[in-house]
């Protein structure tokens, strides 16, 4: 992927300057730009070929495979994030993306479930078993509540349901307002009517 960056829920410069800084840290994209700096984004080192998820906020040079040519603070953080999802079950099915507000992709050792998600402390909680069906269950049952939450304080969602505990982009819906911001897991206030709010929401509506 040459030239221009490709299309993306961030503006055109927020965009150039991602692209501008992955390449000169010797990736090459492979999809548009994420919308949240913590999001994996697929890259490919040109330099060895190989192909990795990293958030923008730890876009470190690739280690070509050699543990020496990777940063202290990098192998830390990795040491720390293999033990901590470990020691409650997982186990990784991808490379470490680079920080751990960053999904990582991990597998339950005992029923096989597969999950995405960050590896704070916060985060990583023991497989269910089966898992996915209570998880599910209770992001359904979190996306409901906040569905209508926001439709009682009179706005509505921009983009589909972020998951549990993470911000979501909403408009107000009232007529001469529209204001577009983004609001946490929290119970909303109405809109203050104050205009367009915070740059850069997603450009595609919610499911």
Request: aromatic letters at 6%; glycine letters at 8%.
């Amino acid at each position: 992927m040459t030239g221009q960056p490709p299309p993306t829920n961030y503006d055109r410069a927020i965009a150039t300057k991602a692209v501008e800084t992955a390449r000169s840290r010797g990736w090459e994209p492979q999809e548009p730009p994420p919308f949240y700096r913590h999001t994996p984004w697929l890259m490919k080192c040109v330099t060895c070929g190989r192909e990795a998820r990293l958030s923008m906020r730890a876009l470190t040079p690739c280690d070509h495979g050699d543990d020496t040519n990777r940063s202290e603070k990098v192998r830390q953080l990795e040491e720390t994030a293999f033990e901590r999802v470990r020691a409650v079950g997982w186990e990784p099915i991808e490379p470490f993306p680079g920080g751990m507000l960053a999904r990582w992709a991990l597998r339950c050792r005992e029923c096989g479930h597969e999950v995405s998600r960050p590896t704070t402390p916060a985060q990583v909680r023991p497989c269910h078993h089966p898992g996915w069906a209570a998880e599910r269950a209770a992001a359904a049952r979190d996306e409901r509540e906040r569905r209508s939450a926001l439709a009682k304080a009179g706005l509505r969602p921009l983009e589909p349901f972020p998951g549990v505990g993470v911000s979501w982009w909403v408009q107000c819906k009232k007529a001469g307002c529209r204001r577009k911001w983004m609001r946490g897991p929290g119970k909303p206030k109405p809109c203050p009517h104050a205009g367009d709010g915070k740059r850069n929401p997603p450009n595609r509506e919610a499911a």
